[in-house]
């Protein structure tokens, strides 16, 4: 246990100085206008909250972009996807960066879900008083929030599936659902890869309940994700797999789908790169393809 305690604290650490250089790099806050911290639950706690990136009026598209970061499940902020919010701010999209409370071992996985339903569910329920107005919707996420991006998707397309797990939701036009890096194959993802502690850490109590992690796996229920779907990898991405996995699921099915895969042995392009570093050359290819993609789907 404490050597998991000791990994985590590196990947938190590593995570925050990432995101205060990226601060430092990428512009400002206050570029475009903006809401911070918003909260969808009246609880205090800063990761029931989110931020809106409003697009400028001359080239605003209505469609509003709902981005959910990672963190292996247990670290990371909606902040730290700013700079990569500001990729779709840019061409038009207002964006919501949504958080999460990540898991400290004493949560399920559910319980980070539900956060997510709520935080999308507010935001959908309040847009006049948010100021945000759309006709259709996309989900972005990267690694376990490309996990939570793909199920969301699916339960905002099948009523029943999301009723199955206690969710409704208002009408929504879901476009696209756009993942880097994503957790697919969700209920046998630490197979074999991670020890009981590392499971419990990231999973909570019930981490060797399959059926609670089945009940939130986009590949078994691949049936219900009917829109579009874009997906990137590279060749140093630990999760690699998943992404040609979740390729092979929907050709069978026939969605329009598309993968960029970015083959380059440069260091800092691996797990989710064009997130961290959206304004790197590679970072920028994965993140204009997926803009192309949008834009395709949408029209």
């Known amino acids: 246990m404490k050597i998991v305690r000791f990994i985590v604290n590196i990947l938190k650490r590593n995570s925050y100085k990432s995101t205060l250089k990226r601060r430092k790099i990428y512009p400002p806050h206050g570029v475009f206008k903006e809401r911070i911290n918003v909260p969808y639950i009246d609880d205090g706690n800063p990761q029931h909250s989110f931020d809106i990136y409003y697009a400028n009026k001359d080239n605003k598209k209505n469609c509003l972009i709902f981005d959910i970061h990672g963190g292996a499940y247990i670290f990371g902020e909606h902040q730290d996807n700013y700079s990569f919010a500001y ?59 490309g996990h939570f991006a793909l199920l969301l998707s699916e339960l905002l397309l099948d009523k029943e599936y999301a009723k199955y797990l206690g969710y409704e939701f208002p009408k929504t036009n879901l476009v696209a659902c756009l993942v880097n890096c994503p957790v697919y194959n969700f209920a046998h993802i630490g197979d074999g890869s991670l020890s009981r502690s590392g499971m419990k850490r990231m999973f909570g109590p019930n981490y060797k ?91």
């Open 209 to 299: 309940d399959l059926k609670s992690f089945e009940d939130l796996c986009p590949k078994v229920h691949l049936e219900s994700l009917t829109c579009p779907v874009f997906t990137s990898t590279c060749k140093q991405d630990f999760l690699r797999a998943q992404s040609f996995m979740l390729q092979d699921d929907i050709k069978k099915k026939g969605n329009v789908f598309e993968l960029v895969d970015i083959n380059s042995d440069e260091k800092g392009i691996g797990h989710v790169h064009n997130v961290l570093h959206p304004e790197h050359p590679l970072g920028k290819k994965v993140n204009d393809a997926m803009m192309n993609f949008l834009e395709k789907v949408r029209k």
């Open 87 to 145: 990729v779709f701010v840019e061409q038009g999209y207002d964006v919501v960066t949504v958080d999460y409370e990540p898991n400290d071992g004493t949560l399920d996985t559910k319980d980070l879900v539900d956060d997510v339903v709520k935080c999308i569910n507010y935001v959908l329920n309040h847009k006049e008083e948010l100021g945000i107005d759309y006709d259709c919707v996309a989900l972005t996420g990267d690694s376990a929030g």
